[in-house]
T-cell receptor, first 113, second 115 residues
């Protein structure tokens, strides 16, 4: 079993739709939960991060973490064609010298006009 | 303020040659991480370095791969005697310090193709 599971998609939605992206994880020690956006042939760009269960909102984006269920989500409201990208969830822990992220495989999102 | 700089952007090597990938962290960042992204897979951690020190190399293949972050100059990921399976995108990230994962910034990557 992978430490982080993410539906690879692709996910195609019309402009203006609400998008829900999800990841599950198995390591209850993870302390940081992050979402990255990666455009084709580019490096990942940090969208949101959180350390605790609950919701965190930033503009059209809401990150949700449920540590009891080991489940995180990213919601995108009023989706735009420019949101078309691959979205990667990532989880991290910092213990001793460890400071690395464990990524999901990414969900490819296409927002159509 | 330049971000994380990686070069070259694209690298083609024949089987058996050596590949050297370079990464200059963001200004003020002293921690460097290397990740590998294979087609249709997520990023996989390879190695974490500070200046002149390898902190965590648990993701590095045991043979042919090495990394360094010298006192002066960029971090280098070196792959000796490349094979077709080494073809991937290699990303470098930097952060201001240990535990500051919110400041984790990635470069645009080096795409290695082994022919």
């Amino acid at each position: 079993q992978k430490e982080v599971e993410q539906d690879p998609g692709p996910l195609s939605v019309p402009e203006g739709a609400i998008v829900s992206l999800n990841c599950t994880y198995s390591n209850s020690a993870f302390q940081y939960f992050m979402w990255y956006r990666q455009y084709s042939r580019k490096g990942p760009e940090l969208l949101m991060y959180t350390y605790s269960s609950g919701n965190k909102e930033d503009g059209r984006f809401t990150a949700q973490v449920d540590k009891s269920s080991k489940y995180i989500s990213l919601f995108i409201r009023d989706s735009q064609p420019s949101d078309s990208a691959t979205y990667l969830c990532a989880m991290g822990l910092v213990t001793g010298t460890a400071s690395k992220l464990t990524f999901g495989t990414g969900t490819r999102l296409q927002v159509t006009l | 303020n330049a971000g994380v700089m990686q070069n070259p952007r694209h690298l083609v090597r024949r089987r058996g040659q050596e590949a050297r990938l370079r990464c200059s962290p963001m200004k003020g960042h002293s921690h460097v991480y290397w990740y590998r992204q294979l087609p249709e897979e997520g990023l996989k951690f390879m190695v974490y370095l500070q200046k002149e020190n390898i902190i965590d190399e648990s993701g590095m293949p045991k043979e042919r791969f090495s990394a360094e972050f010298p006192k002066e100059g960029p971090s280098i990921l070196r792959i000796q005697q490349v094979v077709r399976g080494d073809s991937a995108a290699y990303f470098c990230a930097s952060s201001p310090g240990q535990g500051q994962l919110s400041g984790y910034t990635f470069g645009s990557g080096t795409r290695l193709t082994v022919v």
